[in-house]
């Protein structure tokens, strides 16, 4: 089984600047997760999706931050414009439902100049 | 009181050493715990995954939960090099409900 896919994994762009992330989950996984992860501290949700439908974006900076998934597969995670605070690991997870294990992504590692 | 907590470490044991990593909650409606684990520039990796108090284990791991106590721990026998890494709790109440990470503890195994 092929497993969650993420792109690019690094990503070095100037403040002010937009800058997307994309993940491909694992085959008939109904639940995906954005998270983003600062050094020395766990992931922490930004945004959870049940097949297309985002389901708690609470935690999601929707003045700068937006996502999508299409036809309930791929998602893209987008930050316009970036802020230095941005930078970290974005991870991208999937489920088959809502409460089961996640599997994760190697992330995309964001650097803001 | 933060709802998930750990000991950030980093811990350093020789090899061969039992390693002993501890994890508190403070929400005693979380019904299921898992224990990742996370090397330098790679996703967290699942490594066990209990939803009852008691012992759980798999090859050199196992995890332990006790609810009343709202306390959980993963054990390693036999400790290897390979297992240096980052180990997270991560604990869930119901469907529909989010994960909640402890901010992981730093194991280093020394040759």
């Known amino acids: 089984e092929a497993g969650v896919v993420q792109s690019p994994r690094y990503k070095i762009i100037e403040k002010k600047q937009p800058v997307a992330f994309w993940c491909n989950p694992i085959?008939?996984?109904?639940?995906l997760y954005w998270y983003r992860q600062n050094l020395g501290q766990g992931p922490e949700l930004l945004i959870r999706y049940e097949n297309e439908e985002a389901v708690d974006d609470s935690q999601l900076p929707k003045d700068r931050f937006s996502a999508e998934r299409l036809k309930g597969v791929d998602s893209t995670l987008k930050i316009q414009p970036a802020e230095l605070g941005d930078s970290a690991v974005y991870l991208c997870?999937?489920?088959?439902?809502?409460?089961?294990?996640?599997?994760f992504g190697d992330g995309t590692r964001l650097s803001i100049l | 009181q933060k709802e998930v907590e750990q000991d950030p470490g980093p811990l350093s044991v020789p090899e061969g050493a039992i390693v002993s990593l501890n994890c508190t909650y403070s929400?005693?409606?979380?019904?299921?715990f898992m224990w990742y684990r996370q090397y330098s520039r790679k996703g967290p990796e699942l490594l066990m995954y209990t939803y009852s108090s008691g012992n759980k284990e798999d090859g050199r791991f196992t995890a332990q939960v006790d609810k009343s106590s709202k306390y959980i721990s993963l054990f390693i026998r036999d400790s290897q090099p390979s297992d240096s890494a980052t180990y997270l709790c991560v604990i869930n109440g119901d469907y529909g409900q989010n994960f909640v990470f402890g901010p992981g503890t730093r194991l280093s195994v020394l040759p």
């Open positions: 929400n005693s409606a979380f019904q299921y």
């Open positions: 085959s008939g996984h109904n639940t």
């Open positions: 997870a999937s489920s088959k439902a809502g409460n089961q294990p996640q599997h």
